[in-house]
């Protein structure tokens, strides 16, 4: 049997009549009776008497006919369901995300996504940058939002979404805050609190590059995962810190951050990555556009 089998006989079990059921679906009415004849072959049952008065239910008939509005009831959810899916509108997402994306973006992000995809579940996770394209590869997340530059994966798709400078974070108070400015090598003697190179390897290795550049090797007293642990630690003194500009919004009383004068071009900042193989996936562009209308969001 069949979901069309099913609806010509409920609306035969509501008619009663096979002539006016054959106009409502509009078939002709000897194909109705030939299908409804195999329906009761295939269940074994008589499912209508027929006889020169007309047309009833038998009992095994109306018990039928209880399951079958049932079924077609779910069938149409089930359809209706694939089309919300189909149209984004239906789902679950699976984001991951390093920490500095909450001071800004992500919150950004998900709230506009959530005004036009309530519908849709996301699960949150946050992780490092090396952790999050390890899980876009093992697929075992859909999106990540990412520092970059970002290890090379060939099977995840990797776009700059946001773009950062690199300042110095010092502690208020710090004898070399009182520049407007600063260069580099200004803080060659300084220690330094860096972010740690086991959640983001381009990104330890890119600050240290600016430093060899500016012809020194940082003295590094302290590593640290979250941005808000690294500028924490700058603000208690226990060193100076590069980290990119965005940070400045973390807005903590006593540090204070100073642009940086002659820096090589690094290009940092946050970006959007999912497998390619799943670039043009409808929730995965749904959400790649919130991501694009936060960084737009003044």
Known sequence: MNLKQLRQFVVLAETLNFRVAAERLAM??????????????????RLFDRS??????????????????RSLYHAEQLRHSAQLVADG????????????????????????????????????????????????????????LVRYPTPNLPSVAVSIVEVNRYVAALPAG??????????LADLHDEPFVMPSPLDGTASYMSMMHACAHAGFVPNIVQEASHAMTIVALVESG?????????????????????????????????AFACRRSEEDAVLLEAFRRSVGAAVGMT
């Open 28 to 45: 002709a009415q000897p194909p109705l009776s030939v299908s409804i004849r195999l329906l009761e072959e295939e269940i074994g049952q």
């Open 52 to 69: 020169t008065g007309g047309v009833r239910l038998t009992a095994v008939g109306a018990s039928v006919l209880e399951h079958a509005r």
């Open 89 to 144: 509108q239906l789902g679950s997402l699976r984001i991951s995300f390093v920490p500095s994306s909450t001071i800004r973006l992500l919150p950004r992000a998900i709230a506009h996504f959530r005004q036009r995809h309530p519908r849709v579940d996301l699960k949150l996770s946050e992780a490092g940058t090396n952790a999050i394209m390890e899980g876009l590869h093992d697929g075992l997340i859909d999106v990540g």
């Open 174 to 183: 710090h004898p070399k805050a009182g520049k407007a400015r600063l260069r």
């Open 238 to 270: 226990l060193g100076v810190a590069l980290v990119p500009d965005i940070w400045q919004h973390l807005s903590p009383r006593n540090v204070e951050f100073r642009p940086l004068l002659g820096l090589p071009g690094t290009e940092i900042g946050l």
